[in-house]
Every structure is written in C-alpha cells, then in structure tokens.
C-alpha cells in the first residue's frame, strides 16, 4: 500500500508540521515504506490472534488516591515563553 | 411530512477523586490558575502517568449500576489533536476496550410508561485545561488545573425521541451519580456536562438522518433547549429539500439557537492508538464483587420503597428521591415521627421548602434537624400544638430558637384543651360583642366563625378551633 500526496498533506495538517514541496517526494516514499511494512501483517490470517494493545505482557499498577504533588507553578513557568497572572499565555485560540 | 426525532447524549462526568486520574495533583476546584498542574499534568517529557485506582473503582460502580458488562481488561489510548489547554498534544481516553460496555436505565414517561436508555460504552478519560481569553494583549491565558482531571463520559445509544426524553435521561444518570458518590454532578463547576448528538428522520423510517453534535449544554434546560431548536432547524432544512450537514454546532443560550463551529471540520480524525504508556488495566472478579456490595440503596430501589413502605404517589417518590439528601431527611422524619408519611411530606414541600427557597439554601444547609421537624409532627398528632402553633414553632426552629420542646417550653406555645379555660374566654367573647350575640339567636349562623375568631385571637391561637366551635355554639345556645 502506498500514500498519496493527499495523505501526506493531510497528515502534515494533522500534526502541525510543514514540509516545502522538494521534501513532499521524500517524505511521501518513507512513509509509504513504513506502511508497507506493518502491510505485511495483513497477508497473515489474524482470525484468532487477539488483538495487543502492549508488548510488555504485564497490567497497569494502580495508585491509591492520594495528593502527593505540591505547588511548583512557579518553578514550572520558568520555561514558558509567556505568562501573566500565573497563566501561560499562547495565541489566540478564541472559537 | 411527520418526523421523528432521534437523540443521543455523550455525558462527561467528573469522578470526585482527591487526586488527578494520572497524577497526585490536587483536583480541589477554585485553586489558584496552575497552582494543581504538575509535570505529568503538564505533559513534560519523560513523565510517566499512572492510574488512579478510585478513578477505576467508581466507573465500576457506575456500570454495576447501569447493569453493564465491566471489561476484564480495558486499555487507554491516546486521543490526538492540538489545542493549547492540551499540553500533550493528546487526550488519554478510552478507545476499543473501554471499561464500561452495554448497560441501560431507565427513564419515566408522562403516560406513567417507562422507557429503557441503552448505555452504550462508559470510558475513562483525562479532562484538558481552560483557556480565558480575557484581555492578555491579544492572547489567550491557559489555566492547567483542570488537566488531568478524572472523568467518565457515558455514551448513550440514540434511544432518546424527544428533548423531553433527553432531559429525562440527563437527570436519571446525575441523580444516579450522585447516589453512587462517585460524582458531585456540580453544573456550575463544570462536573456534569452533556453533548447530544440529534437528528431527524421521517416517521416510520428505519435508517437514521444526518446528525448534528450539539455542545455546550451545561444545564437540563438548555440540553432541551436546544434539541428542541436544532429539530426545528433541521426539519425546516429539510423541507426546504435542503440537506443537513454532519458538524458540531453551538448552543448559546443567550439567543436560544444553536450556530456551526468553526475550525472543527478538520480536527475530527484523532488518530487513536493504544498508549504505550500504560499497561492494560485487569479488573478481577473480586474487586467487583467488593464494589457490588458497595453500592448503597439506588435510586430506582429507593423509589419503589417508598411508594410500598411509605404509601406515596409515584409523582411524590419521584420528587424526593430525585435529590438522595431530600430523600434522606425524608426517611428520618418519617421515622423518627408518629404521623404519618405524607404529613412528614407535606411538611418538606409546605413550610420546609419555602424556608429553603427565601434564603436559596439546598436540604443538607436546612437550619431545622429532621428530628426537630419529626418532634413537632408529633406535638401536633398528640395535641400539644395547634396546626397554627405548629408553623410558629417551625419558623422558631428555622430561627435557630433550639429543640421543638424547648421553643413550646420557652414560648409557652401548648394548646389549650382545659374546657373550663376556653368556656371562661368565651363567656368574656360573647359578653363583648351582644349585638352578635342577638345575631345568632336571630337565626344568623354565620357569626359563629366571628366568635371563633375572637376567641382564638383571645387565646393568641392556642386553642383547637374545632373545640372552640363547639363550646362556642353550645354557649350561645344555652343564653
């Protein structure tokens, strides 16, 4: 199976990312390759394989419900571009 | 054309955990912006999440009580898109192995029927930040403490015809949220909120119309409201022989309409896939045998008791069980009182709710003890108190003025019965007004209440109107 350039442009709006027009050919090949290979799992007959949601055969510890984390915001916002009145601030997201 | 009108609710719920469902941030509402937003809940790199296990308890608790298969395993998966109250870049969600599967409720119709909801899924989920979008020079604030926040949305299948029945449905699942503890259903803070998806189709027609996702409906009004708008809206596209286009529209209850949002069209492809950062999650038999006999009485169970135990109409059940703290103080006064069921009922919705409602109190705030309230059912049924003296001792309690029996003690509110005492009061009555009393034996029957007035005006209410009547009568007979 291989992608088409619409693929490739909607997965680029998808995350975020831009590619210029020389790096579509690229791009478009490796990730064609890359499809291509998990591909081959559909020339196998999967009927009676269930299906693994992980490859570590083990089950999720869970945490008892305790508040263990203190108030570090401003240590935190030491990496934030932007903020005021404790908010980070970003572009306008208004709907 | 006939239509009929097809609904589905997408409920998030927020679980009343102490901490966040992946990390031990705190969830307490009204903190400071970011104050309750840590590194996990912040999305930084090389943080692991792990899971809340009370988080896990009462989504259980939740499908033990919709009676839906509980997943023996059940997987997170991340939710992909981008916003900025999203510091990941994903949402953990629940996507092919959600924990809750196939349940129903039930939900009451006008015409005393019921109808069955069935649930489709209820998964686990981590909620995003808040964005404000004051005035920060031309940007937008992120507030993360909600990030991280455990919720449980519940799906329903599109078992709903009407707006009606949508509201109904919304109420059955916050009543029962609230019942199993797992959720404080707070509206105004956001902890119970509701998307619906709605369509048309012609009546009689089996596939299903177009729908539209309908958002923001963070009230049981505007949840009908807006149903009630976009059916309007999609029934006139159509016969227009328009087409109704799949999209997700807003609500704004200001304007009553529901209008398209923009941007969205494309964010709809979240590419889910298994997080690989989080095992499976294995529910064993135990735990939910454990949690099956944690459940307390639901709301379903409750209302059938108190229509067979207390005698009370189906509409009257329904009123009190709807809030569990109206249906708890109802069953301690009906118990700890003489009276009957109904007049413990007749005094929540009489002098109770009115209290409640001038100073905009809920049950659990009453300033009057369902025991105080049961003490004066019973100084009414054994005499003691006039049913006028039985209010002022209410409103005294409301007052803060102490116990039932103190505020008669102190007040000296008993009733009189002595029947010497009222003939006395009586005499003085009639021997002031003679020009009423010629009345009477004139054959004029109608000023025996003026006498009865009187008298009770004389004895400020404490005498039983009925024993003042007839002592009056015979009185004024035997001049």
Known sequence: MSLTREDVQKLCVLARLEITPDEMADVLAKLSDIVGLVSQLEAEDTTDVVPMAHPLDQTQKLRSDQITETDEHQLYQKNAPLVEKDLYLVPKVIE | ?479
């Open chain 2, 1 to 479: 054309m006939e239509w009929e009108v097809v609904v589905g609710l997408e409920i998030h719920v927020q679980l009343s955990t102490e901490s966040k469902i992946f990390s031990g941030s705190s969830v307490r509402y009204g903190a400071p912006a970011n104050t309750q937003a840590n590194l996990v809940d912040l999305g930084y790199p090389g943080v692991l999440p792990v899971l809340n296990q009370q988080a896990v308890h009462m989504a259980i608790k939740f499908g033990l009580a919709t009676q839906s298969e509980i997943s023996a395993r059940s997987v997170f998966a991340r939710k992909n898109y981008f916003y900025p109250d999203l510091p990941k870049g994903y949402q953990i969600s629940q996507y092919e192995l959600p924990i809750v599967r196939g349940g129903h409720i039930n939900i009451s119709l006008d015409d005393g029927g019921n109808k069955t909801i069935r649930i489709t899924r209820a998964h686990l989920e981590e909620d995003a930040g808040k964005s404000l979008h004051d005035d920060f020079h031309g940007l937008s604030g992120i507030d993360l403490n909600r990030a991280g926040i455990p919720l449980l949305e519940i799906v329903s299948e599109p078992d709903m015809r009407s707006a009606l029945e949508a509201g109904r449905y919304m109420r059955k699942i916050h009543t029962l949220v609230r019942y199993l503890g797992i959720s404080d259903g707070n509206m105004q803070e956001g902890s119970f909120r509701c998307d619906a998806n709605a369509s048309v189709r012609p009546k009689n027609e089996d596939k299903l119309g177009v729908r539209t996702e309908l958002k923001n409906l963070n009230s049981f009004r505007f949840v009908e409201k807006a149903i009630d708008f976009e059916v309007e809206r999609q029934i006139s596209v159509l016969e227009d022989n328009g087409q109704v286009v799949q999209e997700t529209r807003l609500y704004d209850s200001e304007k009553n309409e529901t209008r398209p949002m923009r941007g969205k069209e494309e964010a709809n492809d979240y590419r889910y896939f298994p997080d690989p950062d989080l095992l499976p999650v294995v529910i064993d038999k135990n735990l939910i045998d454990q949690l099956r006999r944690e459940l307390p009485e639901l709301p379903d169970d409750k209302w059938e008791r108190f229509v067979a135990e207390y005698k009370l109409s189906p509409s009257e059940a329904s009123v009190l069980i709807s809030n569990q703290a109206s249906a708890d103080y109802f069953e301690v006064v009906a118990e700890a009182s003489s009276g009957s069921a109904k007049t413990a009922l007749n005094w929540m919705t009489g002098s109770l709710a009115a209290a409640l409602n001038r100073e905009d109190l809920a049950i659990e705030k009453s300033k009057v003890d369902p025991i105080d309230l049961a003490t004066l059912i019973n100084r009414a049924e054994d005499g003691t108190l006039s049913s006028k003296l039985a209010k002022t001792v209410f409103e005294a309690l409301w007052e803060g003025e102490g116990t039932t029996d103190e505020i008669i003690q102190t007040r000296q509110l008993q009733q009189i019965t002595d029947s010497n005492a009222i003939e006395n009061l009586v005499e003085k009555v009639i021997g002031a007004h003679p020009e009423q009393a010629e009345q009477f034996r004139s054959g004029k029957n109608k000023v025996l209440g003026f006498f009865v007035g009187q008298v009770m005006k004389a004895c400020e209410g404490k005498a039983n109107p009925e024993q003042v009547n007839s002592i009056v009568r015979s009185m004024l007979k035997a001049q």
